[in-house]
């Protein structure tokens, strides 16, 4: 008898432990159908199921999901990106390591297409990818009754980690194989400050390519690797593994919850990427003292230039490299654009949330200083562009009045909502600039 009620009483302990179990799954689920609502903008259980795993709702910015060290060298252009897929629908790193739809040169295929370059880094190959899925700078363009029926392509002619002059450098290579461009947009400034400031700190010369990206190759050739930088990328190897299955795992849950929890842990392992990539970064920049196996040659500096005198040269660099560029299209009059990038570190009237600081700043960062002393330097340059009558964007301004989160990491990159609104600002601003050029003309 005593063993029956014992029974009994387990039994409804059990029932109400599932009873429990079942209300927690109930909520969490109905919890998590409103999470998917907020992120996605639709029902989880109606929702277009895609194989992008870039629209799945984890920031994938910066995360390359095939390979560490994606840069190759190339005797013209420095470095590129190995030639590859992408995981952008209809992207691909095409022939030359720029990510486009296209190979290069793309040759027209008729006398209506009007091909526009982007030239820049990181920022820049960014608003291609963004131009080339959701045309907002042809939009503006065809306002102008000449350009209404043009077919635009849009060509990216930027890579991460690219400063002047090498953007110079790729046209004129470009150029010289036959590509044929109607209009350039040359997005930078922030790597010709921040990425030339590491290459004065590590006594290369401030011309040269990027230390961040020419080092580890140069290492890599000549067997040099610090121990350090090989430990950071077995972790980011054995992370994106974890991602990549993440990812998958992602695209097949038949439920919201599993979707969240997903989502949660997939984040926190791209958070974790990004932390081994920024120990990779720290370690691969550290000079091998003894480069006397070397078979890969870097113009040095004898010393570390003074910061008046580094940043000087830098923006000086920046604004010949500008100018050259314009030469060399205005023969072929080829309107040029140039478009100096807003950065989170050169302060303006931004006021940001609480979350996009913890987001968009890092105390540890070597890019803030260089854009603080670094911009300025540039700014001073504006009178001879404009001498040399360059339309020059200064787009720092561009976030102001925008009260979304807009950065999504803290050296330089823009979230969805940043880049409609600087893509808006570039558009309306070459707008501007082409109907003042069109009033000039008929005087």
Not at 272 to 301: C, H, L, M, P
Not at 357 to 372: E, H, L
Not at 375 to 393: G, H, M, R, S
Request: aromatic letters at 12%; charged letters at 20%; one cysteine or more.
């Amino acid at each position: 008898m005593k063993n029956f009620k014992f029974i009994n009483k387990n039994q409804e302990l059990l029932k109400i432990v599932l009873i429990n179990l079942a209300l927690l799954l109930f909520f969490l689920e109905l919890g998590s159908l409103g999470w998917y609502f907020v992120k996605h903008k639709q029902f989880f259980y109606t929702r277009q199921k895609t194989q992008d795993k870039s629209a799945l709702g984890i920031n994938l910015e910066g995360v390359r999901l095939n390979q560490s060290i994606v840069e190759r060298f190339h005797p013209f252009l420095g470095f590129i990106q190995q030639p590859g897929p992408d995981f952008r629908p209809g992207f691909k790193v095409n022939n030359y390591g720029f990510i486009s739809p296209y190979d290069y040169p793309l040759k027209k295929t008729n006398k209506n297409q009007f091909i526009i370059g982007v030239f820049g880094g990181s920022v820049a190959s960014n608003y291609g990818i963004f131009e080339v899925q959701n045309k907002i700078l042809p939009r503006y363009i065809k306002q102008i009754p000449a350009f209404k029926d043009r077919e635009f392509v849009i060509l990216s002619f930027a890579t991460g980690g690219y400063k002047q002059p090498q953007q110079l450098l790729i046209l004129n290579y470009f150029l010289a194989l036959g590509q044929e461009l109607d209009m350039v947009v040359n997005i930078d400034g922030f790597n010709e400050v921040a990425l030339s400031n590491l290459n004065n700190k590590n006594q290369v010369d401030l011309a040269m390519p990027s230390i961040q990206h020419i080092l580890p190759l140069t290492n890599l050739a000549n067997n040099s690797l610090s121990t350090k930088a090989m430990k950071a990328t077995i972790a980011i190897k054995e992370n994106k593994a974890r991602i990549n299955q993440g990812l998958e795992s992602l695209q097949h849950c038949s439920l919201a919850a599993c979707d969240a929890l997903t989502s949660v842990y997939v984040q926190n392992l791209v958070n974790n990427y990004k932390r081994d990539v920024i120990k990779f970064e720290k370690a691969r920049t550290k000079q091998q003292k003894d480069d006397s196996g070397s078979v890969i040659y870097i113009n040095t500096n004898k010393s570390v230039l003074q910061d008046s005198v580094a940043f000087q040269e830098m923006a000086l660099n920046w604004a010949k490299s500008s100018i050259f560029m314009h030469k060399v299209l205005s023969a072929s009059n080829v309107p040029y654009f140039h478009v100096l990038q807003p950065n989170q570190y050169y302060q303006t009237k931004r006021v940001f949330g609480e979350a996009e600081k913890q987001i968009a700043f890092n105390k540890d960062t070597p890019y803030a200083k260089a854009v603080q002393i670094g911009y300025p330097a540039l700014f001073k340059k504006f009178l001879n562009l404009e001498k040399n009558n360059i339309n020059i964007v200064n787009a720092v301004n561009v976030f102001d009045k925008t009260k979304e989160a807009v950065y999504v990491d803290s050296c330089c990159h823009y979230n969805q909502t940043g880049e409609v609104v600087f893509s808006n600002y570039v558009g309306s601003s070459i707008l501007e600039a082409l109907r003042k050029d069109e009033i000039q003309k008929k005087k």
